[in-house]
């Protein structure tokens, strides 16, 4: 619930976990943290220790060691403080089946410790915001589709108005009218509420999420926003450029504004070539080349930077050597 | 502790509406009705040692070994196998609340059973037609019954509440509290039988033995004698299994 305490440096703090399964390590040595307010994707490949990591901060699960926080309260020593900063929605969602959803609403604000005279009004308020109100209100959760049972999921991690939100996998198995209505939800939620969100679906992370944390084989291998990680993990720009020239003028015109750039010829179609020319990330003729090719005569019938999506930062992130994750 | 009546108002709803209770308790009807009935029909034959009530409570064990663990094995196993229970322990309810919870709602479904019990030796006395005829339905016994089916009731559920913890299969936490039950009862029952007080070499065992006749307990109830040691033993009993469970739930990962 919303009160005046002061702001936390990380509402989510993540501080060398580590989790053992006798001799399997699902997470090791992870450090990160989610700001208040900021919306934070948890991406890795299946297996990479997301889940348990996630455990871990929702404090339905022990780690090995290390510390777990959540606005500042330890998950292990103050398990109950935690947990009132928080909401977690877990893998799967699991719901009862026989309640209906404003009863199990209802139950939920009760147990979360929503004021006695507020809880119709909450459960009101986010059935609304879920979209649930007017069709599922009064249906048995067990005859609900699996979009309205992650709304219904979604509702429930909303109800007590946390601080935090830890939501796995909300998305799973919905059509992409719902993935776009669960988008817009999360999306609302900035600046309200830290969100730590895991997901398959890398372009639905890009265009809600803030900042990104990657791991793999329980490790992180990458943190920081988009942009950023494009630029630490993806060292070339690359630029797709159509023009009847030949790989020689190409190549010195490309080489003339750039000496370190790469050219390579991917096919050719009505006398028409495609190229990639890929340059390093920092170069200035980034800005320039579509000027210099012209200025070298190349006829042109298209240039264009190739965009590096979420998608290639993940590969790039999780292909990473482990000598290279241990570099400081 | 602080979710405590949420829980129990939840619990209690649940059971009311959960089909399995009212098969449960139609089973437990139904055997408690032939019990008595042939109790009355013995009484009617032949001079008995007991009265129809007493002779029926002897019979206790019948209801405890075939209902209550019909009663006790979904409350953690199906929220275990559902992984609601992982769900509701996101919330700032304590696993302490979440088992006293579900212990109390099933230990007040199985005193209400016994209490719709209580109604057949009126029936009896009205259908014979000897209504205020206290031989076929003496309060005493009546009371004294039902206070021992409740204290005894404590280390039984929660027996069953803990083997519940233990699985996620309904069917076999079910087993667990029918072989923990018969192993209690039985135990009581056998010490009884046993002539302890004559084997020398098991004599450290006489004053334990004392504590656990369960049998005993009941006789005790039903002719009004209230004594403190059962109620010990059944309320240490009681915290023991529920210690355990909440234990057992704190460490399911």
């Known amino acids: ?328 | 502790m602080r979710h405590f009546r949420t829980l129990l108002a939840h619990e209690l709803r649940a059971a009311a509406l959960a089909g399995g209770t009212w098969v449960s308790a139609a089973l437990f009807l139904a055997l408690m009705g032939a019990v008595h009935w042939f109790a009355v029909l013995d009484g009617a034959e032949a001079p008995q040692p007991a009265t129809p009530l007493e002779a029926t409570f002897q019979l206790f064990w019948i209801p405890l070994l075939c209902v209550l663990p019909l009663l006790t094995m979904r409350s953690f196993a199906e929220e275990r196998r559902q992984g609601t229970l992982a769900a509701l322990l996101t919330t700032p309810a304590s696993p302490a609340a979440v088992v006293w919870a579900k212990f109390t709602a099933v230990w007040l479904t199985w005193l209400a059973f016994w209490v719709a019990f209580a109604g057949f030796p009126a029936l009896v006395a009205q259908r014979l037609g000897t209504a205020g005829d206290f031989r076929l339905g003496d309060p005493v016994v009546l009371g004294g019954g039902l206070a021992f089916i409740a204290v005894s009731g404590l280390l039984h559920v929660a027996l069953g509440v803990f083997c519940s913890c233990l699985t996620r299969s309904s069917a076999l936490a079910a087993l667990l509290t029918f072989v923990g039950l018969l192993a209690f009862t039985a135990a009581g029952g056998a010490l009884e039988k046993l002539p302890i007080e004559s084997w020398e070499w098991l004599g450290w065992l006489r004053e334990p033995a004392a504590h656990l006749r369960t049998f005993s307990h009941m006789e005790d109830f039903t002719r009004g004698i209230l004594d403190a040691r059962p109620f010990v033993l059944y309320a240490s009993g009681m915290l023991l299994c529920l210690g355990l469970a909440v234990l057992t739930v704190e460490g399911q990962e």
């Open chain 1, 1 to 328: 619930m919303a009160d005046a305490s002061p702001l936390p440096e990380a509402a989510v703090a993540a501080e060398r976990l580590t989790k053992r399964y006798g001799s399997l390590t699902a997470v090791e040595d992870l450090t990160f943290s989610v700001a208040p307010g900021e919306i934070v994707g948890f991406l890795g490949p299946n297996g990479a220790g997301k889940s348990s990591t996630m455990r871990i901060l929702a404090g339905t699960m022990a780690g090995t060691s290390g510390r777990a926080a959540i606005w500042g309260v330890s998950v292990a020593l103050e398990p109950a403080e935690a947990k009132r900063h928080m909401a977690y929605m877990p893998e799967n969602n699991p719901l009862p089946e026989d309640l209906k959803v404003e009863e199990y609403l209802t139950l939920r604000a009760r147990l979360k410790d929503v004021p006695a005279d507020r809880v119709a009004a909450r459960v009101a308020k986010v059935m609304e915001d879920c979209d649930l109100a007017r069709r599922a209100a009064r249906q048995l959760i067990g005859q609900l589709s699996k979009g309205f049972r992650q709304r219904v999921g979604i509702a429930d991690a909303l109800l007590a108005e946390p601080k935090v939100v830890i939501l796995d996998e909300p998305t799973i198995g919905l059509d992409p009218h719902q993935i776009v209505g669960i988008r817009d939800l999360i999306r609302s939620l900035r600046g309200k509420m830290a969100v730590l969100i895991s997901s398959h679906i890398l372009h639905e992370v890009e265009q809600v999420c803030d900042k990104v944390v990657i791991i793999n084989r329980g490790r992180l291998v990458a943190q920081g926003r988009p942009a950023d990680l494009r630029r630490e993990l993806i060292p070339t720009a690359n630029f797709s450029v159509v023009t009847r020239a030949t790989l020689a003028d190409v190549t010195r015109a490309t080489l003339a504004a750039e000496p370190a750039a790469l050219i390579e010829a991917l096919g050719e179609t009505e006398g028409w070539t495609r190229y990639r020319l890929a340059l390093p990330a920092a170069s200035p003729a980034r800005e320039t080349l579509a000027t210099a090719l012209i200025a070298a005569g190349l006829p042109l019938r298209e240039i264009a930077e190739e965009r590096i999506g979420l998608e290639d930062i993940f590969i790039a992130a999780t292909r990473r050597s482990p000598a290279e994750l241990r570099r400081p």
